[in-house]
């Protein structure tokens, strides 16, 4: 344990505000959202929901995800979120907000499918105790305030033609609003023809290398 | 071979008291006993593809131990085979152990369908009385071929055992083992290295080899020659070991005047618990499976066995019995409300008794909590159990990847603390598996999806997998608008478990690319029902539906951090 660590940890006894650390994010999404310890992130797709969760998995958290009875598990293994270290509470009715609160004090990142609408003072609360607890709270539809908003714009499968092909890759816009004015769009394979979401980035034409030219040899 | 004195019982000597005699019993072709064949079967079990043991009824047409599956079967073409279950047979021959045990103590295994014991010497008259006491308890459970053997040691008493009579028994005298032991083939020592270079040498008696010089023997045959030859000569040097009787672990209270509420139970049992906890981590365990009985006027209302994946501790078995009588309770509650109980009447009985037996053990040194890396795991099991003591037992679920065709079939979820088995493993091949990327939503109760031709006619699979229109529209439920098909691949039929009434199903799948509107998602039409559908039967069609999003309506976003409107 190094001394930054130890003076956030005394910051945190005494309730002064700490600097907030980064979580791991997942490359497609690097430099559109940098999720920090407490935060809320709203996203409004179930794609979204596990590139968010596989950063922080795939660094060794453990996640919940609380009321998605839908959430396609096997594509989560796709993501590369650890299953070893995901709990899923799919059934919640009316005491989703005590299951919320508890997964909070024990998980380091929380996914949620608020099946009513959160009065902003409840939203504030549990920011505090997200805060307090370092913990990373994904919201998968309509939150009073979120820290960003991850938001699919656009998605294009590739891969099936008319009764032939199969899908292999979609070239989706996420788009991300981080602050009331900032709002950044980035393309990106979700997933490649490799199963591997990334950015899509023009790759610059390979010039072909230049032949020796031909000379006699006799 | 001269035959072996049998032993009168009138001239017994008095026993001293100093050395105890040893008693064998035998049950011969215990694995054909256990398998519990009729007697006037011919069968025979097998190991390694020859004949391990065989009924007497093989054995009257020529089936020997020892002989190969094909020489077997011609002798004796109508002979059934069995396969070699060593644990089936040793649970069986527990039960010999313990009714053995209930007459003498101190009896030990030796193998299934043999075990030695102490005779005593006076209880039941002797130890002629004592093998007929023992034959006739055995008998009483349903092996009726048992034969009992005496002599001063274990070897020379399991060798008058095999040369006893049916239900009968051969008495060694004392300090006679070494003559009774002289006239038998050295085979009997079962080495059949050993065996082999003594017949080799000339030497074809127990006797012969007996009169050997013992620093000879250790010389010529090394340590294990020089065992046997102890043996031989009639000096057992193993003594018997009695059987551990394995202790009681388990722990339970009963409740005078009967409790109502779990909450009383669970507060009643702490101190129980809490030793049972304790008696485990005295004997160097812990509990990694235990059992729960609840009972109910004097009957086990409930049982249950929880599984834990690392181990328990008090508090994590008092959850559990919290969980279980609360279950309880829901069904009581359930059974009240369908009208089964009147109103006048108690709700249930009281709960007089529980009972926690651990069914599963391990090493507690297994578990040993390491120096570093478990803190944020036990805060993380003290979460969920916090969600599971709101919602129930079922609500938190751990998951592990399987094998499986169909997305859903891919994922096996258990309730988070138990142990999770996979049936399929999933590195194993899936023929027909649905291709990667698998979807990222898949609804567990899937949505009655519809897709049409061109003429708005519905696209069907018949049972040669062929369609009978191209689909052009789809819409995802009833209530959702149509919407045109982008692309669309398939059908891939399927059909699994065929030899399954059950879990036979006929599917054939699609994938449809849409071009507005919802999200991707996974819908089926027309499952499966009832019975297996016949080969002939068209495809009910499970449909794939991903939709490209191209133009997609803003909801309606919150105002209060003037979030822009688009």
């Known amino acids: ?218 | 071979m001269s035959a072996p004195t049998l032993f009168d019982p009138a001239q017994e000597p008095e026993p001293d008291g100093v050395r105890l005699r040893t008693m064998v019993l035998w049950c011969p072709d215990w694995p054909v006993v256990a398998a519990q064949v009729p007697v006037t079967t011919p069968a025979a079990v097998l190991a390694g593809g020859e004949v391990l043991a065989c009924s007497p009824a093989a054995r009257v047409e020529g089936v020997r131990r020892g002989m190969r599956r094909r020489d077997a079967q011609a002798r004796c073409p109508e002979l059934e085979l069995l396969d070699h279950r060593p644990d089936v047979e040793a649970r069986l021959f527990d039960d010999v152990l313990a009714a053995v045990e209930d007459l003498t103590p101190g009896v030990a295994p030796i193998r299934p369908g043999l075990c030695a014991l102490r005779v005593p010497p006076r209880y039941f008259g002797g130890e002629r009385e004592t093998a007929a006491v023992l034959a006739e308890r055995v008998v009483e459970l349903g092996v009726w071929d048992v034969r009992a053997g005496v002599a001063d040691g274990v070897f020379a008493a399991e060798q008058a055992a095999r040369r006893a009579l049916t239900q009968d028994v051969l008495i060694v005298p004392p300090g006679g083992s070494a003559s009774f032991l002289a006239d038998l083939p050295v085979e009997v020592v079962d080495d059949a290295a050993l065996t082999g270079l003594l017949r080799r040498l000339g030497l074809r008696t127990l006797g012969a080899f007996a009169s050997l010089a013992p620093a000879d023997v250790v010389t010529r045959f090394g340590d294990h020659g020089s065992v046997l030859h102890r043996l031989a000569r009639g000096e057992d040097p193993q003594p018997v070991s009695r059987r551990q009787a394995p202790p009681e672990l388990g722990v339970g209270r009963s409740f005078e005047p009967p409790l109502e509420t779990a909450e009383a139970v669970v507060f009643s049992m702490r101190t129980a618990v809490e030793e049972l906890v304790a008696q485990l981590a005295g004997h160097g365990l812990v509990g990694t499976a235990v059992r729960i009985e609840v009972d109910v006027d004097g009957a086990v209302a409930s049982a249950r066995t929880w599984r834990h994946p690392s181990w328990f501790d008090a508090a994590g078995l008092l959850d559990r019995l919290r969980w279980q009588l609360a279950g309880r309770t829901a069904d009581l509650q359930k059974a009240s409300d369908d009208g089964s109980h009147d109103g006048t009447d108690r709700p249930h009985g009281g709960i007089d008794g529980v009972r926690l037996v651990p069914e599963e053990t391990s090493a507690v040194g297994e578990h040993a909590v390491s120096l570093f890396g478990q803190g944020p795991d036990a805060q993380v099991d003290r979460g969920v159990a916090r969600v599971q003591g709101l919602l129930g037992h079922e609500a938190a679920q751990a998951v592990v990847e399987q094998g499986g065709r169909g997305p859903g079939q891919r994922v096996h979820t258990a309730p988070w603390g138990e142990r999770v088995d996979v049936a399929r493993p999933a590195e194993r091949p899936w023929p027909g598996q649905v291709p990667a990327p698998a979807p990222a939503t898949v609804f567990a109760s899937p949505a009655a999806a519809v897709v049409v031709g061109a003429e708005g006619q519905p696209v069907r699979v018949d049972a040669r997998g062929a369609m009978s229109a191209e689909p052009m529209q789809f819409r995802s439920g009833p209530e959702a608008d149509w919407q045109p098909v982008a692309a669309w691949a398939g059908p891939w039929p399927v059909d699994e478990h065929w030899w399954d009434e059950a879990a036979a199903r006929r599917i054939a799948r699609f994938q449809v690319v849409g071009s507005t509107a919802a999200p991707g998602c996974w819908s089926s039409r027309a499952t499966t029902g009832g019975p297996r559908p016949a080969m002939t039967d068209p495809f009910p069609a499970e449909c794939h539906v991903l939709v490209a999003r191209s133009q997609i309506s803003r909801p309606e976003r919150d105002t209060q951090r003037g979030w822009r409107p688009r």
Do not use: F, N
């Open chain 1, 1 to 218: 344990m190094d001394l930054d660590e130890l003076r956030q940890r005394m910051a945190r006894l005494e309730g002064r505000p700490v600097d907030t650390a980064t979580v791991p994010v997942h490359p497609a999404l690097a430099g559109l959202v940098t999720p920090r310890v407490g935060g809320v992130y709203g996203v409004d797709a179930a794609s979204l929901v596990l590139t968010l969760l596989s950063g922080p998995s795939a660094a060794g958290a453990w996640c919940g995800v609380v009321g998605c009875p839908d959430l396609g598990v096997a594509a989560a293994a796709e993501a590369g979120i650890d299953l070893s270290r995901l709990v899923l509470v799919p059934q919640v009715d009316e005491a989703w907000w005590e299951v919320v609160a508890a997964l909070v004090d024990a998980l380091a990142v929380v996914v949620v499918r608020p099946p009513a609408r959160v009065a902003p003072k409840d939203a504030a609360r549990l920011t505090a105790r997200l805060r307090s607890r370092q913990t990373v709270l994904v919201v998968w539809g309509e939150w009073p305030r979120c820290d960003a908003r991850l938001s699919l714009v656009s998605s294009d499968w590739a891969g099936v033609g008319h009764g032939h092909g199969r899908l292999r890759s979609r070239r989706a816009v996420i788009e991300a609003c981080t602050d009331v004015t900032v709002t950044r769009r980035r393309e990106v394979w979700l997933p490649g023809d490799d199963l591997v979401s990334r950015p899509v980035q023009e790759r610059p034409v390979q010039e072909r290398p230049a032949r020796a030219p031909v000379r006699s040899v006799s």
